[in-house]
């Protein structure tokens, strides 16, 4: 969906850097969400985020940090990557229980 | 935490009824349950939501069973742009919050 931007859309980096994926809507939704997918494993909820001063864990948030720096912007941040690391990323917006937008994704990969 | 199982994969072919059930065994009595569809290079894209009966909309049923242990997403009359991965994801809650479980996803393809 348009409306949810994800930067960047590919990235490589090395094991032991910090890098940031960024997630930007229009849509106006108080809600966010980031999920990791991996092949054979669906998509599972790393970190999801209310509103601007909420943040909660998910399923799979060890080695992973965000910041809710407005309403519109939603960032991921892998402090120190590791190969295992190594996904698709997605970034949601909701409002309320109802649907979940997604965006494009970001590939990582970590060597 | 809810776990939810998927088939990974089924074959059909176009104009037939396709059913793909998911199984949510421990799910919870406020859980929602949600399908979505994903094309490759894609995010999700929401299909269809229900709690408990049956749900329909422009292009899917979903039916739920009384015991909610279970849903099936029922595709009507598939094309072939209908060849993709589909998840059901349950939202469940808790004292501890809200969590968002995903399915294994099924791969439908469809042949001509």
């Known amino acids: 969906d348009a409306d949810v931007t994800q930067t960047p859309r590919n990235r490589i980096t090395k094991t032991g850097k910090r890098i940031m994926l960024e997630c930007s809507q229009t849509k106006g939704h108080d809600r966010m969400y980031w999920y990791r997918q991996d092949p054979g494993l669906g998509l599972r909820l790393i970190y999801y985020s209310f509103d601007v001063k909420d943040i909660n864990k998910g399923e799979i948030s060890d080695g992973y940090s965000v910041s809710r720096q407005a309403q519109a912007k939603f960032s991921l941040s892998l402090e120190s990557a590791i190969p295992n690391q190594t996904a698709l990323y997605f970034c949601a917006t909701s409002q309320g229980w109802e649907t979940q937008y997604f965006g494009p994704g970001t590939r990582l990969l970590v060597l | 935490l809810a776990k939810t199982t998927q088939p990974i994969s089924m074959d059909s072919y176009e104009g037939q009824e396709v059913n793909i059930t998911c199984s949510h065994n421990?799910?919870?009595?406020?859980?929602?349950i949600t399908w979505y569809q994903q094309f490759p290079s894609q995010g999700p894209r929401f299909i269809i939501q229900g709690y408990k009966t049956k749900v329909t909309n422009e292009v899917a049923s979903l039916f739920i069973p009384a015991d909610r242990k279970s849903s099936t997403l029922s595709l009507p009359r598939v094309s072939l742009s209908d060849t993709a991965v589909y998840y059901c994801l349950v939202v469940t809650s808790d004292n501890y919050g809200q969590n968002f479980v995903f399915g294994p996803g099924t791969r439908l393809s469809v042949l001509p």
């Open positions: 421990n799910i919870a009595t406020n859980d929602y």
